[in-house]
């Protein structure tokens, strides 16, 4: 049994349909998403109906809450302008879907519990907490039941995404795995002099998950595909610049937000 995991698609189009292709040409049945479907890229019409078309299992992420929030009772002028701008690249039915989805999905592989959700057991966001560089203490938080988990136990495995960043780790006998990003994958930790080349992160993200006979497989996968042809109708969209930049350069539009965060938790890097 072969599952894919994607997440963070982000109106990416084009990363999607690649992704899509290549778990097709492995004949894998089964794709599970993790949420972040829309928001920030042009395509979310798009991206929604693949997703509902193509995935067995879909939950909600940070942006596909907020923006398919009433924008009436938007806290202030901006976020009603923002929430609108996204809602107008919708349909009414894509943005009641949305609001539909819900928060975890949990099964059981080879006796060990596996738990899936955006971002982490209490929040769709969880940008309180920095899960890939934070302390032991905190990352064990992720594996435990909160107010979004279905079961009460404390998870073996938990599968995520929200970070944007391909990346596997394990403490307390337990394994933690963030499936990168489809349409929107980024490393956070750069300095011009040492980073390698951005089309080792720029490319298309997912996870495979295997069960076969007793044995369990993780795997990474990073598919090509082309960022012009994504970004081409966009010229003209509102968080074009931001976007580009983000799809182009694997980089996100406010690393000095997470870097400040980063530090607060006493992590640095050496950034220029
Ligand atoms: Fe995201």
């Given at each position: 049994?072969?599952?894919?995991?994607?997440?963070?698609?982000?109106?990416?189009r084009?990363?999607?349909?690649?992704?899509?292709?290549?778990?097709?040409?492995?004949?894998?049945?089964?794709?599970?998403?993790?949420?972040?479907?829309?928001?920030?890229?042009?395509?979310?019409?798009d991206?929604?109906?693949?997703?509902?078309?193509?995935?067995?299992?879909?939950?909600?992420?940070?942006?596909?809450?907020?923006?398919?929030?009433?924008?009436?009772?938007?806290e202030?002028?901006?976020?009603?302008?923002?929430?609108?701008?996204?809602?107008?690249t919708?349909?009414?039915?894509?943005?009641?879907?949305?609001a539909?989805?819900?928060?975890?999905?949990?099964e059981?592989?080879?006796?060990?519990?596996?738990?899936?959700?955006?971002?982490?057991?209490?929040?769709?966001?969880?940008?309180?907490?920095?899960?890939?560089?934070?302390?032991?203490?905190?990352?064990f938080?992720?594996?435990?039941?909160?107010?979004?988990?279905?079961?009460?136990?404390?998870?073996?495995?938990?599968?995520?995404?929200?970070?944007?960043i391909?990346?596997?780790?394990?403490?307390?006998?337990?394994?933690?795995?963030?499936?990168?990003?489809?349409?929107?994958?980024?490393?956070?930790?750069?300095?011009?002099?040492?980073?390698?080349?951005?089309?080792?992160?720029?490319?298309?993200?997912?996870?495979i998950?295997?069960?076969?006979?007793?044995?369990?497989?993780?795997?990474?996968?990073?598919?090509?595909?082309?960022i012009?042809?994504?970004l081409?109708?966009g010229?003209?969209?509102?968080?074009?610049?931001?976007?580009?930049?983000?799809?182009?350069?694997?980089?996100?539009?406010?690393?000095?937000?997470?870097?400040?965060?980063?530090?607060?938790?006493?992590?640095?890097?050496?950034?220029?």
């Amino acid at each position: 049994m072969k599952t894919a995991v994607i997440t963070d698609i982000h109106g990416n189009r084009e990363a999607l349909k690649r992704i899509l292709e290549d778990i097709e040409s492995r004949g894998i049945k089964r794709i599970i998403c993790l949420g972040d479907i829309v928001a920030k890229g042009i395509h979310n019409h798009d991206c929604v109906q693949l997703v509902k078309e193509k995935c067995d299992i879909a939950i909600a992420g940070n942006c596909d809450e907020y923006f398919s929030r009433d924008a009436l009772k938007a806290e202030s002028g901006r976020e009603r302008k923002l929430i609108e701008a996204y809602q107008a690249t919708m349909e009414k039915e894509d943005i009641e879907w949305l609001a539909s989805l819900p928060y975890c999905h949990e099964e059981s592989i080879n006796g060990r519990l596996v738990r899936m959700f955006h971002a982490g057991p209490d929040s769709l966001s969880n940008d309180e907490s920095n899960t890939l560089y934070a302390s032991p203490n905190k990352r064990f938080r992720m594996f435990e039941a909160g107010r979004y988990t279905i079961s009460k136990e404390t998870a073996d495995i938990v599968i995520f995404g929200h970070v944007h960043i391909q990346t596997m780790t394990r403490l307390y006998n337990r394994t933690l795995i963030c499936c990168g990003s489809v349409g929107n994958p980024l490393d956070i930790i750069r300095n011009p002099e040492k980073d390698g080349s951005v089309s080792n992160t720029a490319e298309a993200q997912y996870l495979i998950m295997e069960d076969h006979a007793g044995t369990q497989t993780f795997s990474f996968v990073q598919v090509p595909y082309d960022i012009e042809k994504e970004l081409i109708e966009g010229k003209d969209f509102f968080e074009y610049e931001q976007l580009s930049y983000e799809l182009r350069n694997a980089a996100y539009r406010r690393n000095e937000k997470i870097r400040a965060i980063l530090t607060r938790d006493g992590i640095s890097f050496d950034q220029i």
